[in-house]
């Protein structure tokens, strides 16, 4: 996944209030909208659809030339057809927001189909994980992150849309503060063919240099 624009925010070598900890925030800024050709029928089908298993955590998206680590919230889940009929052409959205912006998309993630084949009555989708296209980014350790005071969740709501019908919420979630989702040691590795944008200021940190990276 490329990212189409990418917005750096100030780090702690700028004097951000991140200090010391070092973290920053890197991503998509732009809105999401979630206009589309509008059928009432495919609505209601849309409607029909059960979203569970709903969980949202941070995962590890690897570390850039200057030492950087990047982390980036992802949510799993199951989709349900509670339709009397089977259904085919469920696309799934997530979109990604700091406390600080409830209104604006820090990121989205995007499932062209839950399932290669229609969903029979009662049908559960396999397990399906979105990972957003924005990060969180740190000199330090990326367990350390979530030590600072001022770390902001991030919340994250889930669209699914049926064939032609308009984006329907399927409800929202906070990503915990973990990496990895409950009943993993570990999320992903690293993931080397998505590459990682961004650059920090030159300017010299006030505070002092950061804890090195406990991986190394």
Same mark, same amino acid.
């Given at each position: 996944?490329?990212?189409?624009?990418?917005?750096?925010?100030?780090?702690?070598?700028?004097?951000?209030?991140?200090?010391?900890?070092?973290?920053?925030?890197?991503?998509?800024?732009?809105?999401?909208?979630?206009?589309?050709?509008?059928?009432?029928?495919?609505?209601?089908?849309?409607?029909?659809?059960?979203?569970?298993?709903?969980?949202?955590?941070?995962?590890?998206?690897?570390?850039?030339?200057?030492?950087?680590?990047?982390?980036?919230?992802?949510?799993?889940?199951?989709?349900?057809?509670?339709?009397?009929?089977?259904?085919?052409?469920?696309?799934?959205? &997530? !979109?990604?927001?700091?406390?600080? $912006? +409830?209104? %604006? =998309?820090?990121?989205?993630?995007? /499932?062209? &189909? !839950?399932?290669?084949?229609?969903? $029979? +009555?009662? %049908? =559960?989708?396999?397990?399906?994980? /979105?990972?957003?296209?924005?990060?969180?980014?740190?000199?330090?350790?990326?367990?350390?992150?979530?030590?600072?005071?001022?770390?902001?969740?991030?919340?994250?709501?889930?669209?699914?849309?049926?064939?032609?019908?308009?984006?329907?919420?399927?409800?929202?979630?906070?990503?915990?503060?973990?990496?990895?989702?409950?009943?993993?040691?570990?999320?992903?590795?690293?993931?080397?063919?998505?590459?990682?944008?961004?650059?920090?200021?030159?300017?010299?940190?006030?505070?002092?240099?950061?804890?090195?990276?406990?991986?190394?």
């Amino acid at each position: 996944m490329r990212f189409r624009r990418s917005m750096l925010f100030p780090s702690w070598r700028s004097a951000a209030p991140f200090a010391g900890l070092g973290l920053a925030f890197a991503g998509l800024a732009a809105g999401v909208g979630l206009s589309a050709c509008t059928d009432a029928g495919a609505g209601e089908i849309a409607r029909g659809m059960e979203m569970t298993d709903l969980v949202a955590y941070w995962g590890v998206r690897g570390q850039d030339a200057e030492g950087n680590n990047y982390i980036r919230p992802a949510v799993r889940f199951r989709l349900t057809n509670r339709n009397s009929e089977p259904v085919q052409y469920v696309q799934v959205m &997530s !979109v990604f927001r700091r406390e600080s $912006a +409830p209104e %604006e =998309a820090w990121g989205t993630g995007y /499932l062209h &189909s !839950v399932s290669e084949a229609a969903l $029979a +009555p009662g %049908e =559960a989708t396999a397990e399906h994980t /979105l990972r957003a296209d924005s990060n969180y980014l740190s000199k330090g350790s990326p367990q350390r992150m979530f030590d600072n005071a001022l770390w902001e969740d991030v919340e994250v709501e889930m669209f699914v849309r049926v064939g032609a019908s308009t984006w329907v919420s399927q409800g929202k979630t906070v990503a915990l503060r973990r990496l990895g989702p409950p009943g993993v040691e570990k999320y992903l590795e690293p993931i080397d063919e998505e590459p990682i944008y961004g650059h920090r200021p030159s300017k010299a940190d006030p505070e002092g240099s950061p804890e090195s990276d406990s991986r190394k």
